[in-house]
């Protein structure tokens, strides 16, 4: 009873901005940490940046002073501003939720992802 639905990726150049929106959809859940990651072809997805639901951050070493993370608990809405973009921050981005029942257990849901594309 958990969806999820990413966008605001595409084509920029190195040195443009992209903002990317994550929306949860839920039913009879809470959303815990959210986060954002980020795909290479052939390689394995990784972590870019979470934020837990009182709005503490953490963030990949590659991410920190350019990309920052947040979330509007009211429209159940994560964001990933990223500015100073490179070529290698190309790849599919992934939005990835926890939810939970109560005080269950938390499980994840991915995002269908969307492509970002930085042109040198």
């Known amino acids: 009873q958990v969806q999820v639905v990413e966008s605001g990726g595409g084509l920029v150049q190195a040195g443009g901005s992209l903002r990317l929106s994550c929306a949860a959809s839920?039913?009879?859940?809470?959303?815990?940490?959210m986060g954002w990651y980020l795909q290479v072809p052939g390689k394995q997805r990784v972590l870019v940046a979470s934020i837990s639901s009182d709005g503490s951050t953490n963030y990949a070493d590659s991410a920190k002073g350019r990309f920052t993370i947040s979330r509007d608990n009211v429209k159940n809405t994560m964001y990933l501003q990223m500015n100073s973009l490179k070529p290698e921050d190309t790849g599919v981005y992934y939005c990835?939720?926890?939810?939970?029942?109560?005080?269950?257990?938390?499980?994840?849901?991915w995002g269908q992802g969307t492509q970002v594309t930085v042109s040198s």
């Open positions: 990835n939720v926890g939810a939970r029942w109560g005080s269950t257990t938390p499980y994840y849901v």
């Open positions: 839920v039913t009879a859940f809470s959303l815990t940490t």
